[in-house]
């Protein structure tokens, strides 16, 4: 029996959620409120276990955890923590099915903790399948609402698409090398297995093929255009607590797939095969991401697309590879860096979104008008992230922004231009919201706003983290920059 | 004769395959979706896979076809619902890409295509029975168990999905 101890979070996890499901069995209440604290608990305890379980390898390297792997799990759980805490109005249009709901997105919280430690790309994907198997049925959660079936079938079709794609790649991988253990030889195996080819031009036919796959299909995690498609009718059907962890903790699982795969085994390949390839989707993302969003006049849909758009940026930092002597000013940790800022902003909007549509009933941008009147407080906490989204000082966002783009710009000097180009464009969109709440004459409510605690809780941590973040971004980025030294390069 | 068998197999397949999409009726479909992974099967033992040609047979032609055709039973359809063509809005692009793709794989095939070595680096067990349960539980045992989580959480999905009371 080895020792399991740096499994520990993800085994209490997973027991976890069986303990939710079987108490959402045993207990028929109404609210729900119970199994929202038992799920919050869980997932507070689990945070707690995972400095106390440390790092170590086991099962002969099929599960490691290291730092990068801690870093993105404490992302997962509090990712997983905010959406629990802001379904509160979610389960009170349930009539049954609370605690599996819950059940689920433990145990797709517990898939992407152990996609964040593994080397094994088997492994990889059984856990790539634990995260988004239970993401499906979340998204068709509202069983009598259209949009929402609409939502987990879309979702269900494209993510078994993308995952026989990817597993296309994997494969090649695999006949490549001879072996699924992602390590830095893989690069030299690689390099032997067609030895006359890197003698014609240095471009490896098989190797490109099973790039392109990978990228593909983690493309579709992270929905990078033109991977893009299924984002916003999913985003905009699926319940809102689970767009927003969709929109977080489902690209964040897209972001440690492709790290680790990318960054492991295949950064010799970076300056020839995958480089270019990567920046030109991260561009191609941001445009087409920010774009759109100008157009949208669902806001749930606007922030699909500016998760587009977001999805690029992180692709920045995440090109910024440092290649023999060029050595880019934060390079990897800038990617490490924007999931954290990122995190924080975008599951605040979406729990404002989720408090407007409670006392408001609409989604749409134009009943935003006169917030500022109705509800003032939930107009500033909003206007907070939609400024940290856009990448305003001293805001996370900004400073995620910066280093990302510092990150890239001795590399990819036209990618960070695009990039700077498109953030005025977002710039346009999140202030479009801030000018409805405050200088638009709306209808004046008479009842007064009402918010439960769980959401409360929510906005709070999310407008602290977002605001600490932004001024004090030292203990984060000395983290990210030591997470990213696992890796060879 | 291997050759022979070869070419034999892999256009039976490859018919076959084309038959799948070709049909109307879905029953069909699933006959000759049978038919390809049989000829697979072959082409696997041709390769000296035994054990994946067995899986290839009792899996795919066997389990997974049984499944296929009792959806299909359930579905209930009639002749009339077979009839109707799908209007694929960007079926000239669809093809486009299609070839594209196409033409790509060959590309690589064709790049990739080195003098084989026969039983280079392979172990007298690769890919036998023996070979492959030595690796299921001990060099791949904790993805191997973490299918079990993985099959759980596919049975409460489909559980929370399919129960009639909401």
Known sequence: ?489 | MELAIFILTSLVAIVAALLVILQRNPIASVMYLVTTFVAQAILFIQLRAAFIAILQVIVYAGAIMVLFLFVIMLLNLRREDFGKDIKLRFKPLAIAFAMVLLIETLVVINASLVPAQPGADLSATFGSVQGVGKELFTTYLYPFELTSVLLIVAILGAVVMAKKKL
């Not at chain 1, 109705?374 to 989204?389: D, H, K, Q």
């Open chain 1, 1 to 489: 029996m080895p020792d399991l101890r740096p499994m520990l979070p993800e085994l209490f996890l997973f027991a976890w959620a069986i303990v939710v499901l079987l108490f959402g069995i045993s207990r028929k209440e109404r609210s729900g409120d119970s199994l929202i604290y038992l799920t919050l608990v869980g997932l507070v305890i689990t945070g707690i276990l995972v400095p106390i379980a440390g790092y170590g390898n086991l099962f002969g390297g099929t599960f490691v955890v290291d730092k990068f792997a801690a870093f993105f799990q404490i992302v997962f759980l509090l990712a997983a923590f905010f959406a629990v805490a802001s379904s509160h109005e979610l389960m009170k249009k349930l009539s049954a099915d609370r605690g599996e709901f819950f059940a689920l997105i433990l145990l797709s919280t517990t898939g992407m903790m152990l996609l964040a430690s593994t080397l094994e790309l088997i492994t990889l994907y059984v856990s790539l399948e634990l995260t988004t198997i239970p993401l499906f049925v979340l998204a068709a959660y509202r069983k009598d609402q259209l949009g929402s079936s609409e939502a987990g079938l879309k979702y269900l079709i494209l993510g078994a698409v993308s995952s026989a794609i990817l597993l296309y790649g994997i494969s090649l991988v695999y006949g490549l090398t001879g072996t699924t253990f992602l390590q830095p030889a893989m690069s030299r195996l690689i390099e032997q297995s067609v030895p006359m080819l890197l003698a014609s031009g240095n471009v490896n036919m098989a190797l490109v093929m099973a790039i392109v796959m990978m990228v593909a299909g983690f493309g579709f995690k992270l929905a990078l255009v033109p991977f893009h498609m299924w984002a916003p009718d999913v985003y905009e059907g699926a319940p809102t607590p689970i767009t927003s962890f969709l929109s977080v903790a489902s690209k964040g699982a897209g972001v440690v797939a492709i790290a680790r795969v990318f960054y492991t085994a295949l950064p010799a390949f970076h300056d020839v095969h995958w480089g270019t390839l990567v920046a030109v989707l991260a561009a191609a993302a941001m445009i087409v991401g920010n774009i759109t969003a100008v157009l949208q006049s669902n806001i749930k849909r606007m922030l699909a697309f500016s998760s587009i758009a977001h999805a690029g940026y992180v692709m920045v930092g995440f090109v910024a590879l440092p290649q023999g002597s060029i050595v880019p000013p934060y390079g990897p940790a800038s990617l490490l860096f924007y999931m954290m800022a990122y995190l924080f902003a975008n599951m605040g909007a979406f729990a404002c979104v989720i408090a407007f549509e409670k006392n408001y009933g609409s989604y749409q941008i134009k009943d935003y008008q006169g917030l500022s009147k109705n509800s003032p407080g939930l107009a500033i906490i909003m206007t907070l992230f939609l400024l940290s989204l856009a990448g305003i000082p001293p805001l996370a966002g900004f400073m995620a922004k910066y280093y990302v783009f510092l990150a890239g710009w001795q590399q990819f000097p036209w990618l960070v231009i695009v990039g700077l180009l498109t953030s005025v464009i977002a710039l346009f969109y999140y202030a479009n919201i801030i000018m409805q709440m405050y200088f638009s004459r709306g209808e004046t409510s008479l009842t007064k706003a009402h918010y439960d605690r769980p959401l409360i809780l929510t906005l709070i941590l999310t407008a602290v983290g977002t605001v600490a973040v932004g001024i004090y971004p030292e203990p984060i980025l000395r983290f990210a920059t030591e997470a990213v030294k696992v890796f060879p390069f």
